[in-house]
Nanobody
């Protein structure tokens, strides 16, 4: 059973920082891409950042220069460092991973979501 376990959300004032973590649990063969999406209130879910295995990271224009995605493959964990947070960053953040559950089989998995609230 593969699961993504998120942590690190919370409330912060504008200009503050938060760090999200996403750990893959379960027996797997490998991890392809890992990334983060968010679902702002009243809006559609959107891509925030993606870190493909062996590829270059990509970010939504709205977070470039403020957010940084990283991975620790040994720990099967991805991180999203969020700096200079703005009220419009308020959303439920979801981790996403394309996981090789066994050779030749890749599954698309989602974390449970973590709330990030930016407000004064």
């Amino acid at each position: 059973q593969v699961e993504l376990v998120e942590s690190g959300g919370g409330s912060v004032q504008p200009g503050g920082s938060l760090r999200l973590s996403c750990a893959v649990s379960g027996t797997i063969s490998g991890i392809n891409a890992m990334g983060w999406y968010r679902h702002p209130p009243g809006k559609e879910r959107e891509l925030v950042a993606m870190f493909p295995s062996g590829g270059t990271t990509n970010y939504a224009d709205s977070v470039k220069g403020r957010f940084t995605i990283s991975r620790n493959n040994a720990k099967k964990t991805a991180y999203l460092q969020m700096n200079t947070l703005k009220p419009e960053d308020t959303a439920v953040y979801y981790c996403n991973a394309h996981v090789q559950v066994r050779i030749g089989v890749v599954g698309n998995y989602w974390g449970q979501g973590t709330q990030v609230t930016v407000s004064s």
